[in-house]
């Protein structure tokens, strides 16, 4: 385990440390985030001691196993009352199945139906198959109670087709997920594999299931966001929302949440702007001021009033969110300050566009994903500053990632030959305009777009335009 997988160990699991150990510093400094990987955690502890390497992996070892020994004892923090039984269910089982086995059968039988009726209240159809076939066991074996064993039969046959169901929808989301993050096949195709999967679930049990529910719908929209298919993502969204509303039992509104921003996500896609700020407006009441998820909602209301060209409006969204930078993830942030880079280079605001690369260590190292938008915005705000030779150089960076990356992004790709043209014509705006005929053309009639534009291009290239008179 490194210590990146160690810090949300520790910051799942309180510990507390009579005295201040080496255990305790790198206890405290995971649950602090500060440490980038092992390396640099071996020397925060020991500096530049002899055998630093080998005494950071003793302690490392030494607190995992201390942090697994008390995991069930200690008090877990839960974001909300769904996480608190589910990992109630988890530990009653755990306990029960423990007595079992020790033959203390009466406290084990009897917490083991306890296990069995959190997990069926939290939507754990694992836990709640493997309590039942537990008791299924104990009153046909043991007990010899008939109408006990039939009783929990019913429900464990009832729970193993779910956990079939769930296994299935698990595989499909997995397979169709995984074609589209990262482009392995054609949209259209992703679609078809996906409504594929669905046409074989047993959709009498799955739609009466919370968690069976909230999977078939998120494989049935990742399709149809494949396929740029915006009309049907917001239907669905809109489906699956009513539909999870009506099923009964109290569920989190993380489970809304999903839904909700895939349909302000195809809002943006669509350019409608007012539906999606409509959106935004009332989702973000339903979540805490710094949560993650308030994050979002924020920044796609940045993107939204960003593409208005309401720029004090996007500006006033931004100064909102500054002052939780510093407890927000550290992806989140860092999609924050690509934003920010964008909107300098479209309101004419100043950025350091030097620095921006130390600002978003994460993404830069994203091949596939935010580092070509990190590499456009040095480009296009290096174009404001009249920096051509910093243009050039960005631009050979930017056509050897598309030569590698964007086969599978038709509308980036046709951005990036617009941008090309600007060295190509020697920054005149007559010429570029000649040469970037084509790939605007391109740029236009391609609807597909597969991550959500911080500006849309045509946008972009109409401000870059501008800066060449």
Known sequence: MNVISLTELCRAVNLSFSEKTYEAKLYHGARKGIFRDDRHAASFLYKDRKFANQYYRQVKSKLKKRLLDTFYASEIEHANEFQKGYHEAHKTFCIAEEL?????????????????????????????????????????????DRVQFQKFKKKYQLLSEKNTIEDKLRLAYADVAGCFQN?????????????????????????????????????????????????????????????????????????????????????????????????????????PKGHLNWS???????????????????????????????????????????????????????????????????????????????????????????KRGFVIDRMDGLN???????????????????LSCLSKGNFNREKVEKLSAPHLAKLQAERSISDIELVRYELLWGKVLELLD
């Not at 909602?297 to 939780?324: C, E, R, W």
């Not at 605001?349 to 994903?369: C, H, L, R, T």
């Open 100 to 144: 079992i086995g020790r033959n203390m059968r009466k406290s084990g039988i009897h917490l083991m139906k306890e296990a069995l009726r959190l997990a069926e209240a939290h939507g754990s159809n694992s836990v709640a198959s493997f309590a039942a076939r537990a008791l299924v066991s104990h009153f046909g074996a043991m007990e010899a």
């Open 183 to 287: 482009r392995w096949t054609a949209g259209r195709e992703i679609n078809a594999m996906a409504q594929r999967y669905l046409a074989e679930i047993n959709l009498h049990i799955t739609l009466k299931d919370v968690k069976l529910s909230q999977l078939f719908f998120k494989i049935k929209i990742m399709g149809y966001q494949a396929a740029s298919d915006w009309e049907k993502v917001i239907e669905s969204c809109k489906v699956a929302v009513k539909h999870m509303e009506q099923l009964p039992g109290k569920k989190p509104y993380s489970i809304f949440f999903t839904f909700e921003i895939g349909a302000i996500s195809a809002y943006l896609q669509l350019s409608q702007y007012k539906n999606a700020d409509e959106a935004i407006s009332r989702s973000v009441t339903r979540v």
């Open 296 to 386: 979002l909602l924020m920044l796609y209301l940045f993107i939204s009033k960003l593409n208005q060209g309401l720029f004090d409006d996007a500006k006033g969204v931004y100064n909102a969110v500054t002052p939780h930078f510093s407890k927000m993830q550290a992806s989140m942030a860092e999609n924050w300050r690509i934003a920010w880079a964008y909107y300098a280079f479209m309101a004419d605001a100043p950025v350091q566009v030097g620095k921006f690369m130390n600002e978003v260590p994460i993404y830069s190292k994203d091949k596939e994903g935010s580092n070509c938008a990190i590499l456009i915005a040095q480009l296009i705000n290096y174009l404001k500053e009249g």
């Open 400 to 418: 050897r990632y598309k030569r590698r990356y964007l086969s599978g992004d038709l509308r980036t790709a046709a951005f990036v030959a617009l």
